[in-house]
């Protein structure tokens, strides 16, 4: 199973609303990341987590909380978003994010498409 | 002037033609990644590189270090290759840049 799983595929939600994004691999990988990716731009890394702590962080606003849970699992928590978050959040995993050899790759989720009103 | 450059931005093609895009970039790398996203925005990784050249199926990586350079081709390219293709480079600090993509359209 090389698949990385993510739900929902599409959100929408006022900038009230406190929603979460959820990630999933069962390929053993120790390193999960989220991306923030707008339209027609090349994504963009938000955070890293290495044997379930927090690795990088690439200064992303309060307003979004990543969590990993257990190494299986990647939640990105959403509290106070402003519409210029509507954007494309792709999840990517790898077996370790120190161990670049040449057989190291992301495999990356489908995305959670996210439109903020 | 971004640190991973891509061209062309844009690409069509005849199905059947021999395609190319390529990567330049300016700062130092432990490795290169070329991805393939599909409408609806799925990222799947084809080549990890970090010397000379692979191949799978009908796709070749090619990088040379030296001239900092990456070469993607498809060979008898067909509609379903239809994506956008990313670069992205690892720096020596593990940072990950990404390119601005190349977006290709393979017409039957």
């Known amino acids: 199973d090389t698949e990385v799983t993510q739900t929902p595929k599409h959100l929408v939600m006022g900038m009230t609303n406190k929603k979460s994004l959820k990630c999933e691999q069962h390929?053993?990988?120790?390193?999960m990341y989220w991306y923030k990716q707008k339209a027609k731009k090349p994504p963009e890394l938000m955070f890293v987590?290495?044997?379930?702590?927090?690795?990088i962080n690439e200064s992303v606003p309060s307003r979004f909380s990543p969590e990993c849970p257990n190494s299986s699992l990647l939640n990105l928590h959403l509290h106070a978003l402003q519409p210029e978050d509507s954007a494309l959040y792709l999840c990517?995993?790898?077996?370790?994010?120190?161990?670049?050899?040449?057989?190291?790759?992301?495999?990356f989720g489908p995305g959670t498409r996210l439109l903020v009103l | 002037k971004n640190e991973v450059e891509q061209s062309p931005q844009n690409l069509t093609a005849q199905e059947g033609e021999f395609i190319t895009i390529n990567c330049s970039y300016s700062?130092?790398?432990?490795?290169l990644h070329w991805l393939q996203q599909h409408p609806g925005g799925g990222i799947v990784s084809l080549f990890m590189?970090?010397?000379g050249k692979k191949k799978h199926g009908r796709l070749i990586a090619t990088i040379n270090i030296q001239e900092k350079h990456s070469s993607l081709h498809i060979t008898a390219s067909h509609p379903r290759d239809s994506a956008v293709y990313i670069c992205?480079?690892?720096?020596?600090?593990?940072?990950?840049?990404f390119g601005t993509g190349t977006r290709l359209q393979v017409f039957p």
């Open positions: 590189l970090s010397s």
């Open positions: 700062v130092g790398i432990s490795a």
């Open positions: 992205a480079v690892r720096e020596n600090t593990d940072k990950l840049i």
């Open positions: 990517a995993s790898s077996q370790d994010v120190l161990a670049w050899t040449e057989e190291e790759t992301q495999y």
């Open positions: 390929m053993g990988h120790r390193a």
């Open positions: 987590y290495s044997y379930e702590k927090l690795s």
